[in-house]
């Protein structure tokens, strides 16, 4: 079964808003890695923050973890057209076994 | 320089043929992996190897075998191909397995795999 569920499964902002994704989760976690994927590309990892961790910044990214509820948010802060893309969160339950959920798709338009 | 690559990028191939899709990865990576995408974007993983040993072996049929000839190399060999194959495969590598950001993935451009 699905480890990971994002939350809005679509999401169509104006560029400079903020976009703001959920993930949810349901086992017992080593870390929540974000993952970026343009439109018939591979993957790009954004942001890893382990279980002990409650928050962590990478440029205009801002990744929160909450482990009592299970639950992980990625903000994109002044968002650019170039953005445009899906975004997973994926579990990481040990052996380096990511767990993904099924995706955000963000549109930003200029 | 590619760091992750795959070949083929796309591969056109009917019911019951048997093909092979090739991942290399020039990182000096220990760990490699392969997941399958489906139509509806979800990504499962596969198979992981880490220096050439398997770790991970998902609910996967047995016509999918994969091999890894060295640590920068792990290919999947399809066997008997079903309708249900056709799918995006992807290959990753990571520093190893050990956890936190050694377990940062590096993702191929992908296989689209289409079964007629």
């Known amino acids: 079964s699905q480890q990971g569920e994002e939350d809005p499964q679509a999401l169509s902002i104006q560029e400079g808003e903020n976009a703001t994704m959920n993930c949810s989760y349901k086992?017992?976690?080593?870390?929540l890695q974000w993952y970026r994927q343009n439109s018939g590309r591979g993957l790009v990892h954004l942001i890893l923050?382990?279980?002990?961790?409650r928050e962590k910044h990478s440029g205009r990214l801002r990744v929160t973890l909450d482990t009592s509820k299970k639950s992980s948010s990625l903000l994109i802060t002044a968002s650019r057209a170039a953005d445009t893309a899906s975004y997973f969160c994926a579990t990481d339950l040990g052996y380096g076994k990511l767990t993904f959920g099924q995706g955000t798709i963000l549109t930003v338009h200029p | 320089d590619t760091a992750v690559s795959q070949t083929p990028k796309y591969l056109v191939t009917q019911m019951g043929n048997d093909k092979s899709i090739k991942c290399e990865q020039n990182l000096g990576h220990d760990t490699m992996y392969w997941y399958k995408q489906d139509s509806k974007k979800f990504l499962k993983i596969m198979f992981s190897y880490n220096n050439k040993e398997l770790i991970i072996n998902e609910t996967v049929p047995n016509r999918f075998s994969p091999k890894s000839p060295d640590k920068a190399h792990l290919n999947l060999h399809i066997n008997s191909l079903e309708l249900g194959d056709s799918a995006v495969y992807f290959c990753?590598?990571?520093?190893?397995?050990?956890?936190?950001?050694?377990?940062?993935?590096?993702f191929g451009p992908g296989t689209r795999l289409t079964v007629l």
């Open positions: 990753a590598s990571s520093q190893d397995s050990s956890g936190g950001a050694r377990n940062e993935q590096f």
């Open positions: 923050i382990r279980s002990n961790e």
């Open positions: 086992t017992s976690i080593n870390n």
